[in-house]
């Protein structure tokens, strides 16, 4: 299986995308931002980070780059294009998810471990995982995701929901969203479920000695599910 | 010609940035104030000297990249 990490002048979690997918037995190649071509892939990843430090709007810079004219083809003709973190800031400025990423609501950066839902496994992602609630690690500013009205309820029409902050439990009240996301949204589809966006990064639970191994539960189905 | 563009968070997009600075107003004796809200100014000097194709280059702008439509408004000034 392959896969492609694109690199933009301030990614900084490209580097531990790539150590994850190639510990799973993902051929992975490093993708810079400024190519044309992508390399032949069977999932995209656009990496966490600070894409031209977060200037003008975090990922709107990024979202303009030449690779990723390649990356929305890609995605529009049905391939995987997986975003973590400043990754799904690019997506949602690509428009290729619906919806923002605002400030945190109480203004600061948010750096700890969280509990995730996941709420629908009928996608290439989350299918077959035999597990509903992870520990995932987020780092992040601006992931207060926002939408309209009816753009809340279309998304939920099409079950593009894909993972809520929750506790270790699963439940999903006010109190366990870390960043006053609407709906306690921390990640979603786009309608043909091949895309998806999400605040928190797997990548960062990949080793038992360092964190915990629910992002090698997600990696390991992950390449299960595209074989 | 200098176009200015001015970005606006929709009315009922929450901003907390502009939440924080009233209060730090109001602590400061700045009272009676019923809301602050943060914006961003763009000054565009665009090769262009016919002021509506220079505002319309620059609305474009707003639309493509300035602005994010979905939680943002913008309003085109002609400054020169």
Redesign the interface.
Known sequence: MKSSVITFPGSNCDRDMNVALTKFGFKNKMVWHDDNELPKSDLVVLPGGFSYGDY??CG?MAS?SKIMQSVISFAKSGGLVMGICNGFQILV?TGLVP??L??????EFICKNVFIKVDNKDNPYFKHIDKNVFEFHIAHNEGNY???QD?LKEIEDNNQIAIYYCNKEGQTEDQFNPN?SIKNIAGIFNKGKNVLGMMPHPERMIDQSLSGEDGSLFFKNLINNIK | MKISAIITLKKD??D??GK?IHKTLDGMGFKGINEVRQGKYFEVDVKENDPSKAKKIVEDMCKK??A?L??EDYQIIETQ
């Open positions: 003008l709007r709107s303009k400025e919806g923002v605002l400030r945190n609501k109480y203004l926002f939408c309209t753009q006053g | 997009v929450l907390p940035q924080v990249l300035l994010n979905v939680i």
